[in-house]
Structures are given as structure tokens and as C-alpha cells.
């Protein structure tokens, strides 16, 4: 039997006491140097929200023993808020395996950039893009000419390192395959052999040499040209600096070398090829029926860049972040001030509006054969019509949060914690007076108590 929900207590963090009790300090000194973007700063005040009731939340009321409870409304931001970017990430991965990524075999590609492009990508979307671009007509070229055919996939892209470090690199997932004209217009899949080394020595210095023309052509390539950052740093340009760097490390117990997402990020069996700086990774093939296996890769390409376990506080109030893999020096953990954490989450935010993942080949947009690959025709969206007669699927909706949270770790979010009974929603609490009384009715504190009644004049002066 699946277990029942326990409610989120965000404010008993690490991450929580450090962004409510040093967030207004940080945002002081970035005023000496300019301030930093608007979203940066919203996206650190609604993370003091997510999770906490008083802020608004959902009444749910269990109809066959009466039980009540609440559900905390959610910031939906990203980059900071470790809770919100796994709800994305597992939506975003249910979304993929239910009705984009077709059932053949699939391979995962990781792409990481040389060091000194890291500061010009992370803060120039328009280079990033053709570098992207780039990246992905080499790979379904590649692909192309193996097969004869037209192959797809969908790149991710990431800015963050297993270390809150910016280090900007793409995860791609590619069909191990192309699709042949067949019988009736109906694409046939192919799968192509296993890529043997040379070839990817081969792929990697074709993609190295693409980027470098790329750069070169847009004057990006100097004779002496170290630096990734201007040297008037603003406030967002010295956040930069800072969470390019690698800190100060220490030893401190193992690294975190056997954890749940390691094999989805290197599994056992994979080829690399370096080329000056350049790093072309590719995964084992993951079978066709195996959707579990390609559902868990999604998530993992899709997770934010903090992992809320592996952050701590010492008794001397720095903070300490675990590696996955020892460095070089034999170090395991990152330490930090608050403000330090801080400045490296504000360069890892991605602006809004700015796009993670991007879709090529047979799975792109305007793909002539998209709608014959994907598991599902893809829905359109609702649109105004003059004609009140005629009407239009609706979009696709985001798998509901408690789908989510049994598909994903078999919790039944609506159980009743009394009865085992299924819970429904009643009404939306947004008025902060009513939140309160209601959180009291159920004996559970809220953050900021209410202030009570002045007290009796007697019990304050005895002698009156």
C-alpha cells in the first residue's frame, strides 16, 4: 500500500534559515555595485513562502471521518527552491515519456563546453543558442549519414555543476536510430550499431572544430583572452566570478560516490572523447520497453541545481556542501559562508522565460513527422473562435500533483492520515486571519504567531 503524505516543513532547512536570515545583507551589498536583476530577488522572496501555509494554502477535508489538513501553496520558481524544481523535473519527465519521446531505443549525450566559454554562454542566450545549434546538427548528421535516415531528440541544457559551481553543458536524448520512408508514407525505425571509440574521437573533434569556426567568426577568440568576465564586475558579474571558482574545500567523510541519480549521470558501459577541453560523453543504449529506465533519466536531467541533503551547517555557522566525487586533491565537501551560498545560487537562477529544453530533428515543432513518432498526438492549445459551435481540444495539462507524487515515489497524497480514506478539497485559504484560526482549529503552529489579547491589568500590576 503506498504511504500517506507528510507535510513539507521548509522552514526547518538549512537553506531556509540561510536565505531568510542573510537574504536582506546580500541584497545590500549588491546595491553598492549596481543591484542585481529584478527576478533574482523575487525568486528569493517567494522561496520564504513556498511550503508555508499562512501564506496560502488548500483545505482538504477526508468525507468519511471528518479529518481536515492543508496543502501549502508552492513558489514555482527556479534555481533556488530544491522542492519546486523536483515537482518540474518530474512533471517535465512524465511529460516527455508520455507523449514526446517515441518507444525505440534511446541514447543520452552529455556535451560539456571548454572552461573560458563558460562566463560567455551562461550570460549571452544568443550564443548559447547557436552553440546549440551547433551541437545539435553535428550529432543528426552524424546519425544521419550512419542510417540513411532522420533521427530526434530533446537537449537540456544545464548551467550548474555538481558543486553550485556555473559550468554551462547540455544533456541530449537522441533516438539510437533513424526513421526510413516506408510503405504508405509510415516511417520505419532503424536502429543503428553501437558508436565504437574511434568514431567518437572522430564526432568529438568535428564538434570542437564547429564551435571553434563559431567562435572565431563571431570575434570571440582573441589572442589573449583569459578572462570570462569584464573586469568592472556588477553585482551579478561578481556572483559570476564567485561561483566559477572552486572555493574552499576540505575533507570532511566520503563524497556522495553511490548516490540515486550517479548511474543515470554515468552509467556503466559509456564512452567519452576529449578534445581540447571539449567533452563528448555517450550513454548506453536504453531499450525501447524500458520506460521506467528513460523516466528516471529524464528527472534527472531535469533536477535543479541543489540537492537540499547535501548542504549542512557547522557549529562555526559556515556551511558545507558534499561532492559527488572526491577532486583531485581528495576533498569532499565545498565550504562556504551564507553569503557565498547565496551569491552562487543567484548565478545559477535562469532569467525567465529562458528555455531549458529544445527539440530537434523528427521531434521538433514543425517536424513533418513528429505527429506519426510521439506515443501521443500532441494536443492543441485552446484558441478564440468567431464559431461558438466549433471547438478545440484542450492543451495538455501538467500531471496533477498527486498523480505525481504516487507515480513518482508511490505516496498517496490525498490518504487520509486517520482514516486511510480518500481526501478532497474544500476551498482556498488566502486571507492571513482566517489561515491562522484555521491552522490553531487544527493545533498546528504557524511561522509568524499571532499576536494574542493584551493581558489583564491585574495580572500586570498586582498592587492596581
Known amino acids: 500500500m503506498p504511504e500517506a503524505r507528510t507535510r513539507h516543513q521548509p522552514q526547518d532547512s538549512v537553506l531556509y534559515a540561510v536565505v531568510r536570515d542573510h537574504l536582506d545583507e546580500f541584497l545590500r551589498a549588491a546595491r553598492g555595485h549596481g543591484a542585481l536583476p529584478a527576478f533574482i530577488e523575487k525568486t528569493f522572496r517567494a522561496f520564504l513562502k513556498c511550503g508555508i501555509p499562512e501564506f496560502g494554502c488548500l483545505r482538504l477535508w477526508c468525507p468519511a471521518c471528518g479529518h481536515d489538513d492543508v496543502v501549502a501553496f508552492s513558489c514555482k520558481k527556479r534555481g533556488v527552491c530544491p522542492s519546486c524544481s523536483t515537482r518540474a523535473g518530474g512533471d517535465g519527465a512524465a511529460h516527455l515519456v508520455d507523449h514526446v519521446l517515441p518507444r525505440v531505443p534511446m541514447r543520452q549525450w552529455v556535451v560539456s563546453y571548454p572552461f573560458e566559454l563558460n562566463g560567455k554562454l551562461a550570460f549571452q542566450p544568443a550564443l548559447l543558442s547557436a552553440t546549440e ?15 540513411g535516415g532522420q533521427s530526434g531528440g ?74 570570462n568576465l569584464p573586469e568592472q564586475l556588477d553585482a551579478l558579474g561578481a556572483c559570476v566570478k564567485t561561483a566559477m571558482g572552486k572555493g574552499r574545500r576540505e575533507r570532511g567523510g566520503p563524497a556522495l560516490s553511490l548516490v540515486a541519480d550517479e548511474e543515470a549521470e554515468r552509467p556503466t558501459g559509456g564512452r567519452v572523447a576529449q578534445v581540447d577541453g571539449l567533452n563528448l560523453y555517450a550513454s548506453p543504449v536504453i531499450p525501447a520497453g524500458d520506460r521506467g529506465a528513460l523516466e528516471k533519466i529524464c528527472r534527472y536531467l531535469l533536477r535543479g541545481p541543489l540537492a537540499l541533503g547535501r548542504l549542512k551547517q557547522r557549529a562555526d555557522g559556515m556551511l558545507t556542501y558534499r561532492l559527488k566525487k572526491p577532486d583531485k586533491r581528495g576533498n569532499t565537501l565545498v565550504v562556504m559562508t551564507p553569503v557565498e551560498l547565496l551569491m552562487r545560487l543567484a548565478s545559477l537562477i535562469p532569467a525567465p522565460r529562458f528555455a531549458t529544453r529544445r527539440y530537434f530533428g523528427v521531434l521538433a515543432a514543425g517536424a513533418r513527422l513528429r505527429k506519426l513518432v510521439v506515443p501521443r498526438p500532441t494536443q492543441r492549445k485552446n484558441q478564440h473562435c468567431a464559431d461558438p459551435d466549433v471547438t478545440r481540444p484542450p492543451v495538455q495539462s501538467p500531471v496533477k500533483w498527486a498523480d505525481l507524487l504516487k507515480r513518482v515515489w508511490g505516496l498517496e497524497a490525498l490518504a487520509c492520515a486517520r482514516c486511510g480514506g480518500t481526501m478532497k478539497a474544500l476551498a482556498v485559504l488566502e486571507d492571513r486571519g482566517e489561515i491562522a484560526r484555521f491552522l490553531a482549529h487544527l493545533g498546528q503552529t504557524t511561522m509568524h504567531q499571532r499576536a494574542t489579547g493584551p493581558p489583564d491589568r491585574m495580572e500586570q500590576d498586582p498592587a492596581a
Open 133 to 147: 545549434r551547433v551541437v545539435m546538427g553535428v550529432l543528426s548528421d552524424w546519425q544521419q549519414a550512419r542510417g
Open 154 to 227: 530533446v537537449l537540456v541544457r544545464h548551467r550548474f555543476g555538481s558543486a553550485l559551481n556555473v559550468q554551462v553543458h547540455c544533456h541530449i536524448l537522441m533516438t539510437d536510430g533513424v526513421y526510413c520512408s516506408g510503405a504508405d508514407g509510415v516511417p520505419v525505425f532503424e536502429q543503428t550499431r553501437e558508436p565504437a571509440q574511434t568514431e567518437l574521437d572522430t564526432l568529438a573533434t568535428t564538434l570542437r572544430g564547429r564551435l571553434h569556426t563559431l567562435f572565431k567568426r563571431r570575434g570571440l577568440l582573441g589572442k589573449h583572452d583569459d578572462s
